[in-house]
T-cell receptor, first 113, second 111 residues
Framework: DQQVKQNSPSLSVQEGRISILNCDYT??????FLWYKKYPAEGPTFLIS?????DKNEDGRFTVFLNKSAKHLSLHIVPSQPGDSAVYFC????????????FGAGTILRVKS | DAGITQSPRHKVTETGTPVTLRCHQT?????MYWYRQDPGHGLRLIHY???????DKGEVSDGYSVSRSKTEDFLLTLESATSSQTSVYFC??????????FGDGTRLSIL
């Protein structure tokens, strides 16, 4: 039973527009969330994180929103660029056991120029 | 790549043979991890280490063992490889538990 779900296997957006990647979780003990980006033949790269005490965290073009009541988070990329084309993974942890990240299956983002 | 080197980068071996993957870091980070990535599953934690000789199991630890005799090296061993262990294996490091920084992976094929 997957505790972290990324229900959209892929997403295609036009360059300059907003990309919205979604993630749902089932374990109410999760209190720290991260997004990673992965290019082919490379390891995942950390993008942005959010603690459950916040509902938004922003870093440049990347913003993560957290809706605890819905157990849902999303990553917004504005504006989208062709170099953003990659696989995006959502991950979650229980801070007390922070070493154990649980990942979603990933969403392939393609930004068309 | 946060000073992480995985070796080998690619390996093909036969069922029943032992396999050892190595992760080497130059960052002197306390925590080291091994994950496997499979289609439809994202990354799943196999084992992690919180210090020299200190390790713990992750979500998918069956069939795997690890060792950490030095801060900089974390070894993952498949004692008797099976086809279900064909995967891409990623090592990660961190100073605090999160965020974790990943190496470029080892593609392991077991025939």
């Amino acid at each position: 039973d997957q505790q972290v779900k990324q229900n959209s296997p892929s997403l295609s957006v036009q360059e300059g527009r907003i990309s919205i990647l979604n993630c749902d979780y089932t374990n109410s003990m999760f209190d720290y969330f991260l997004w990673y980006k992965k290019y082919p033949a490379e390891g995942p790269t950390f993008l942005i994180s959010i603690s459950s005490i916040k509902d938004k965290n922003e870093d440049g073009r990347f913003t993560v929103f957290l809706n605890k009541s819905a157990k849902h988070l999303s990553l917004h990329i504005v504006p989208s660029q062709p170099g953003d084309s990659a696989v995006y993974f959502c991950a979650a942890s229980v801070t007390e056991y922070g070493n154990k990240l649980v990942f979603g299956a990933g969403t392939i983002l393609r930004v068309k120029s | 790549d946060a000073g992480i080197t995985q070796s080998p980068r690619h390996k093909v071996t036969e069922t029943g043979t032992p396999v050892t993957l190595r992760c080497h870091q130059t960052e002197n980070h306390r925590y080291m991890y091994w994950y496997r990535q499979d289609p439809g599953h994202g990354l799943r934690l196999i084992h992690y280490s919180y210090g020299v000789k200190d390790t713990d199991k992750g979500e998918v630890s069956d069939g795997y063992s690890v060792s950490r005799s030095k801060t900089e090296d974390f070894l993952l061993t498949l004692e008797s490889a099976t086809s279900s262990q064909t995967s891409v294996y990623f090592c990660a490091i961190s100073e605090s538990p999160t965020p974790q920084h990943f190496g470029d992976g080892t593609r392991l094929s077991i025939l």
